[in-house]
Protein backbone atom coordinates (compact mmCIF):
# COMPACT_ATOMS: atom_id res chain seq x y z
CA UNK A 1 0.00 0.00 0.00
CA UNK A 2 0.75 3.85 -0.53
CA UNK A 3 3.39 5.31 1.97
CA UNK A 4 1.10 8.13 2.93
CA UNK A 5 2.34 11.28 4.66
CA UNK A 6 -0.08 12.60 7.14
CA UNK A 7 0.48 16.64 8.34
CA UNK A 8 -1.11 17.30 11.62
CA UNK A 9 -1.20 13.44 12.69
CA UNK A 10 -1.75 13.99 16.39
CA UNK A 11 -4.36 15.99 16.43
CA UNK A 12 -8.30 15.45 16.05
CA UNK A 13 -8.55 14.47 12.53
CA UNK A 14 -5.33 13.28 11.87
CA UNK A 15 -5.36 10.78 15.05
CA UNK A 16 -8.56 9.23 13.62
CA UNK A 17 -7.26 9.15 9.99
CA UNK A 18 -3.97 7.46 11.17
CA UNK A 19 -5.90 4.76 13.04
CA UNK A 20 -7.95 4.34 9.61
CA UNK A 21 -5.04 4.75 7.20
CA UNK A 22 -3.31 1.66 9.54
CA UNK A 23 -6.33 -0.64 9.31
CA UNK A 24 -6.27 -0.29 5.61
CA UNK A 25 -2.48 -1.01 5.91
CA UNK A 26 -0.88 1.51 4.29
CA UNK A 27 2.47 2.54 5.69
CA UNK A 28 2.03 5.76 6.84
CA UNK A 29 4.41 9.04 8.11
CA UNK A 30 2.81 11.26 10.61
CA UNK A 31 4.41 14.62 10.67
CA UNK A 32 5.27 16.34 13.59
CA UNK A 33 6.35 19.77 14.60
CA UNK A 34 7.45 18.68 18.23
CA UNK A 35 10.74 16.24 18.67
CA UNK A 36 10.60 13.07 16.84
CA UNK A 37 10.52 10.15 18.89
CA UNK A 38 10.04 7.07 16.41
CA UNK A 39 11.87 8.19 13.66
CA UNK A 40 10.55 5.06 12.09
CA UNK A 41 7.04 6.37 11.64
CA UNK A 42 7.42 10.16 12.66
CA UNK A 43 9.01 12.88 10.64
CA UNK A 44 9.08 16.48 12.00
CA UNK A 45 7.56 19.23 10.21
CA UNK A 46 6.77 22.88 11.30
CA UNK A 47 4.40 24.68 8.86
CA UNK A 48 4.91 27.72 10.41
CA UNK A 49 9.14 28.13 9.41
CA UNK A 50 9.01 25.68 6.69
CA UNK A 51 11.59 23.40 8.77
CA UNK A 52 11.49 19.75 7.27
CA UNK A 53 9.31 20.02 4.49
CA UNK A 54 11.84 18.69 1.57
CA UNK A 55 12.55 15.68 3.74
CA UNK A 56 8.87 14.87 4.78
CA UNK A 57 7.89 14.34 1.33
CA UNK A 58 10.38 11.61 0.41
CA UNK A 59 9.46 8.72 -1.07
CA UNK A 60 6.24 9.84 -0.48
CA UNK A 61 2.95 8.79 -2.56
CA UNK A 62 0.60 10.73 -1.12
CA UNK A 63 -0.02 12.87 1.64
CA UNK A 64 -3.33 14.71 4.12
CA UNK A 65 -3.01 18.27 4.66
CA UNK A 66 -4.04 20.67 7.06
CA UNK A 67 -3.25 24.20 8.65
CA UNK A 68 -2.83 23.92 12.56
CA UNK A 69 -5.25 26.20 13.78
CA UNK A 70 -4.33 29.37 15.97
CA UNK A 71 -2.61 30.87 12.23
CA UNK A 72 -4.26 33.10 10.15
CA UNK A 73 -1.67 32.52 7.01
CA UNK A 74 -3.14 29.36 6.18
CA UNK A 75 -1.55 29.76 2.53
CA UNK A 76 1.80 30.73 3.38
CA UNK A 77 1.91 27.60 5.58
CA UNK A 78 0.33 24.87 2.66
CA UNK A 79 1.60 26.30 -0.35
CA UNK A 80 5.16 25.44 0.37
CA UNK A 81 4.21 21.96 1.38
CA UNK A 82 2.02 21.48 -2.02
CA UNK A 83 5.56 22.70 -3.85
CA UNK A 84 7.19 20.29 -1.66
CA UNK A 85 5.24 17.32 -2.49
CA UNK A 86 4.97 18.34 -6.10
CA UNK A 87 8.71 18.34 -5.87
CA UNK A 88 9.35 14.82 -4.24
CA UNK A 89 6.64 13.42 -7.09
CA UNK A 90 4.05 12.79 -4.60
CA UNK A 91 0.69 11.78 -6.58
CA UNK A 92 -1.94 13.05 -4.27
CA UNK A 93 -2.64 15.47 -2.24
CA UNK A 94 -6.22 15.90 0.06
CA UNK A 95 -6.36 19.33 1.56
CA UNK A 96 -8.72 20.08 4.20
CA UNK A 97 -9.77 23.53 4.35
CA UNK A 98 -13.31 24.33 6.08
CA UNK A 99 -16.74 25.15 4.37
CA UNK A 100 -16.89 28.47 3.43
CA UNK A 101 -13.09 29.06 2.25
CA UNK A 102 -13.89 29.16 -0.90
CA UNK A 103 -16.50 31.87 -0.18
CA UNK A 104 -14.10 34.46 -0.75
CA UNK A 105 -10.95 34.35 -3.34
CA UNK A 106 -8.15 36.29 -1.10
CA UNK A 107 -9.18 34.19 1.69
CA UNK A 108 -5.59 32.37 2.84
CA UNK A 109 -7.39 29.08 2.97
CA UNK A 110 -9.03 29.83 -0.19
CA UNK A 111 -5.35 30.91 -1.94
CA UNK A 112 -3.98 27.19 -0.79
CA UNK A 113 -6.80 25.69 -2.27
CA UNK A 114 -6.07 27.40 -5.44
CA UNK A 115 -2.61 26.64 -5.16
CA UNK A 116 -3.37 23.15 -4.90
CA UNK A 117 -5.82 23.24 -8.04
CA UNK A 118 -3.22 24.50 -10.19
CA UNK A 119 -0.43 22.40 -8.67
CA UNK A 120 -0.91 19.63 -11.64
CA UNK A 121 -0.88 17.06 -8.54
CA UNK A 122 -4.02 14.63 -8.06
CA UNK A 123 -6.18 16.07 -5.64
CA UNK A 124 -9.14 16.18 -2.67
CA UNK A 125 -10.39 19.31 -1.17
CA UNK A 126 -12.40 18.77 1.93
CA UNK A 127 -14.39 21.20 3.58
CA UNK A 128 -15.63 20.73 6.89
CA UNK A 129 -18.52 22.20 8.63
CA UNK A 130 -18.02 23.14 12.30
CA UNK A 131 -16.88 19.90 14.13
CA UNK A 132 -19.09 18.26 16.84
CA UNK A 133 -15.56 17.82 18.93
CA UNK A 134 -15.78 21.32 19.72
CA UNK A 135 -17.89 20.66 22.50
CA UNK A 136 -14.91 18.80 24.22
CA UNK A 137 -12.40 20.76 23.18
CA UNK A 138 -12.67 24.40 22.26
CA UNK A 139 -16.11 25.06 24.19
CA UNK A 140 -15.27 22.76 27.14
CA UNK A 141 -14.60 25.24 29.81
CA UNK A 142 -18.13 26.77 30.10
CA UNK A 143 -19.28 23.86 29.71
CA UNK A 144 -17.31 22.00 32.66
CA UNK A 145 -17.39 25.57 34.67
CA UNK A 146 -20.98 26.59 34.27
CA UNK A 147 -23.17 24.09 32.77
CA UNK A 148 -23.08 26.22 29.22
CA UNK A 149 -21.99 26.63 26.06
CA UNK A 150 -21.38 30.38 25.52
CA UNK A 151 -21.30 31.58 21.87
CA UNK A 152 -22.29 34.55 19.95
CA UNK A 153 -24.49 32.69 17.24
CA UNK A 154 -27.93 33.47 18.61
CA UNK A 155 -30.13 30.67 17.12
CA UNK A 156 -28.73 30.19 14.00
CA UNK A 157 -28.21 26.39 12.91
CA UNK A 158 -24.83 24.46 12.09
CA UNK A 159 -24.80 20.98 10.39
CA UNK A 160 -22.11 20.36 12.91
CA UNK A 161 -20.00 16.84 11.65
CA UNK A 162 -18.35 14.11 13.90
CA UNK A 163 -14.91 14.79 12.91
CA UNK A 164 -14.38 10.75 12.89
CA UNK A 165 -16.12 10.88 9.73
CA UNK A 166 -14.25 13.66 8.02
CA UNK A 167 -10.73 11.31 8.81
CA UNK A 168 -13.10 8.45 7.56
CA UNK A 169 -13.62 10.07 4.76
CA UNK A 170 -9.72 10.99 4.06
CA UNK A 171 -8.94 7.79 4.80
CA UNK A 172 -11.52 6.63 1.89
CA UNK A 173 -10.19 8.94 -0.58
CA UNK A 174 -6.09 8.49 0.52
CA UNK A 175 -7.12 4.56 -0.38
CA UNK A 176 -9.16 4.84 -4.07
CA UNK A 177 -8.42 7.32 -6.61
CA UNK A 178 -12.54 7.02 -7.57
CA UNK A 179 -13.19 10.54 -6.09
CA UNK A 180 -9.78 11.67 -7.43
CA UNK A 181 -9.92 15.59 -8.43
CA UNK A 182 -13.05 16.39 -6.68
CA UNK A 183 -14.08 18.46 -4.09
CA UNK A 184 -16.24 17.89 -1.20
CA UNK A 185 -18.12 20.22 1.37
CA UNK A 186 -18.01 17.70 4.48
CA UNK A 187 -21.40 18.13 6.96
CA UNK A 188 -24.00 16.33 9.57
CA UNK A 189 -26.84 14.94 8.54
CA UNK A 190 -29.22 17.41 10.19
CA UNK A 191 -28.57 21.30 11.33
CA UNK A 192 -29.18 21.99 15.03
CA UNK A 193 -28.94 25.53 16.79
CA UNK A 194 -27.01 25.54 20.08
CA UNK A 195 -30.02 25.07 22.45
CA UNK A 196 -30.96 21.72 20.16
CA UNK A 197 -26.76 20.72 20.92
CA UNK A 198 -27.29 21.47 24.73
CA UNK A 199 -30.15 19.36 24.96
CA UNK A 200 -28.37 16.54 23.28
CA UNK A 201 -25.61 16.58 25.45
CA UNK A 202 -27.56 17.01 28.78
CA UNK A 203 -29.79 14.20 27.83
CA UNK A 204 -26.54 12.48 27.35
CA UNK A 205 -24.80 12.77 30.72
CA UNK A 206 -28.15 13.45 32.87
CA UNK A 207 -27.51 17.07 33.71
CA UNK A 208 -28.90 19.92 32.12
CA UNK A 209 -26.13 21.86 29.86
CA UNK A 210 -27.47 25.54 28.43
CA UNK A 211 -26.64 27.76 25.80
CA UNK A 212 -25.58 31.37 26.39
CA UNK A 213 -26.02 33.36 23.45
CA UNK A 214 -23.00 35.92 24.21
CA UNK A 215 -21.98 39.42 22.10
CA UNK A 216 -18.98 38.92 20.04
CA UNK A 217 -16.70 41.47 22.46
CA UNK A 218 -17.34 38.87 25.41
CA UNK A 219 -16.11 35.86 23.48
CA UNK A 220 -12.77 38.27 22.37
CA UNK A 221 -12.01 39.17 25.94
CA UNK A 222 -12.11 35.48 26.92
CA UNK A 223 -10.47 34.06 24.02
CA UNK A 224 -7.60 36.93 24.06
CA UNK A 225 -6.93 36.39 27.70
CA UNK A 226 -7.02 32.33 27.15
CA UNK A 227 -3.78 33.64 25.33
CA UNK A 228 -4.92 33.33 21.66
CA UNK A 229 -3.21 35.22 19.28
CA UNK A 230 -5.38 38.85 18.56
CA UNK A 231 -5.47 37.93 14.82
CA UNK A 232 -6.44 34.42 15.31
CA UNK A 233 -9.12 35.92 17.73
CA UNK A 234 -10.57 38.37 14.97
CA UNK A 235 -10.42 35.28 12.64
CA UNK A 236 -12.83 32.70 14.74
CA UNK A 237 -15.27 35.58 15.67
CA UNK A 238 -15.14 36.29 11.55
CA UNK A 239 -16.72 33.15 10.78
CA UNK A 240 -18.67 32.58 14.19
CA UNK A 241 -20.22 35.76 12.82
CA UNK A 242 -21.05 33.42 9.25
CA UNK A 243 -22.31 30.67 11.44
CA UNK A 244 -24.79 33.79 12.93
CA UNK A 245 -25.44 34.44 9.54
CA UNK A 246 -26.80 31.11 8.71
CA UNK A 247 -24.07 29.97 6.59
CA UNK A 248 -23.25 26.91 8.81
CA UNK A 249 -27.01 25.62 8.05
CA UNK A 250 -26.53 23.83 5.15
CA UNK A 251 -26.33 19.60 4.63
CA UNK A 252 -24.35 18.19 1.72
CA UNK A 253 -24.59 14.40 1.13
CA UNK A 254 -20.69 14.00 0.97
CA UNK A 255 -20.40 11.55 3.58
CA UNK A 256 -23.07 9.38 2.23
CA UNK A 257 -21.31 9.51 -1.22
CA UNK A 258 -17.26 9.06 -0.10
CA UNK A 259 -18.46 6.66 2.39
CA UNK A 260 -21.44 4.96 1.44
CA UNK A 261 -23.39 5.39 5.07
CA UNK A 262 -25.13 8.55 6.78
CA UNK A 263 -22.88 10.95 8.89
CA UNK A 264 -22.57 9.97 12.55
CA UNK A 265 -25.26 11.78 14.60
CA UNK A 266 -24.82 14.27 17.60
CA UNK A 267 -26.41 11.99 20.15
CA UNK A 268 -23.50 9.29 18.44
CA UNK A 269 -20.82 11.56 19.74
CA UNK A 270 -22.45 12.87 22.94
CA UNK A 271 -22.39 8.61 23.80
CA UNK A 272 -18.83 8.30 22.68
CA UNK A 273 -17.70 11.32 24.55
CA UNK A 274 -19.41 11.56 27.43
CA UNK A 275 -16.93 10.84 29.66
CA UNK A 276 -15.18 15.12 28.72
CA UNK A 277 -18.05 16.16 30.04
CA UNK A 278 -17.91 14.03 33.60
CA UNK A 279 -16.64 17.10 35.14
CA UNK A 280 -20.24 19.18 34.66
N1 LIG B 1 -12.79 22.82 14.64
C1 LIG B 1 -13.66 23.04 13.67
O1 LIG B 1 -14.86 23.19 13.91
C2 LIG B 1 -13.17 23.11 12.25
C3 LIG B 1 -14.13 23.21 11.23
C4 LIG B 1 -13.69 23.25 9.90
C5 LIG B 1 -12.33 23.18 9.61
N2 LIG B 1 -11.44 23.10 10.63
C6 LIG B 1 -10.01 23.05 10.29
O2 LIG B 1 -9.45 21.91 10.87
C7 LIG B 1 -8.06 22.12 11.04
C8 LIG B 1 -7.66 21.61 12.40
O3 LIG B 1 -7.85 20.22 12.44
P1 LIG B 1 -7.79 19.44 13.83
O4 LIG B 1 -8.82 19.98 14.75
O5 LIG B 1 -7.77 17.99 13.54
O6 LIG B 1 -6.39 19.93 14.36
P2 LIG B 1 -5.77 19.81 15.82
O7 LIG B 1 -6.48 18.77 16.62
O8 LIG B 1 -5.65 21.17 16.39
O9 LIG B 1 -4.36 19.25 15.47
C9 LIG B 1 -3.49 19.93 14.62
C10 LIG B 1 -2.14 19.27 14.73
O10 LIG B 1 -1.22 20.06 13.98
C11 LIG B 1 0.06 19.92 14.55
N3 LIG B 1 0.72 21.22 14.47
C12 LIG B 1 0.61 22.26 15.33
N4 LIG B 1 1.40 23.27 14.94
C13 LIG B 1 2.03 22.84 13.81
C14 LIG B 1 2.99 23.42 12.95
N5 LIG B 1 3.47 24.65 13.17
N6 LIG B 1 3.42 22.69 11.89
C15 LIG B 1 2.96 21.44 11.66
N7 LIG B 1 2.05 20.84 12.45
C16 LIG B 1 1.60 21.54 13.52
C17 LIG B 1 -0.13 19.47 15.98
O11 LIG B 1 0.58 18.27 16.19
P3 LIG B 1 2.08 18.28 16.78
O12 LIG B 1 1.97 18.89 18.14
O13 LIG B 1 2.44 16.84 16.78
O14 LIG B 1 2.89 19.10 15.82
C18 LIG B 1 -1.63 19.20 16.13
O15 LIG B 1 -1.89 17.94 16.68
C19 LIG B 1 -7.81 23.60 10.84
O16 LIG B 1 -7.25 23.82 9.57
C20 LIG B 1 -9.22 24.19 10.91
O17 LIG B 1 -9.33 25.36 10.14
C21 LIG B 1 -11.82 23.04 11.94
Redesign the pocket.
Known amino acids: MAKTLV?????????ELVRLLGEKGHQVLK????PVTDPAREVH?????GAGLPQAFEGVEQAFL??????TN?DE?LNPAIDAAKAKGVRKVVL????GANADESAP?RKAEVHLLNSGLAYNII?????M??FN??WIHGILEQGKIFLPVAQAKGSFID?RDISAVAAQLLSSNTFDNQEFDLTGGVALNHDEVANVISAEIGRSITFEDIPPEVLRGGLLQAGLPADYVEFLLLILGYFKAGYSERTTDAVQTVLGRAPRTLAQYAKDYRAAWAGA
Open positions: IGANGTVGSATSKVNLATLAPPGFQMMTAMMRPNWFQNTFA
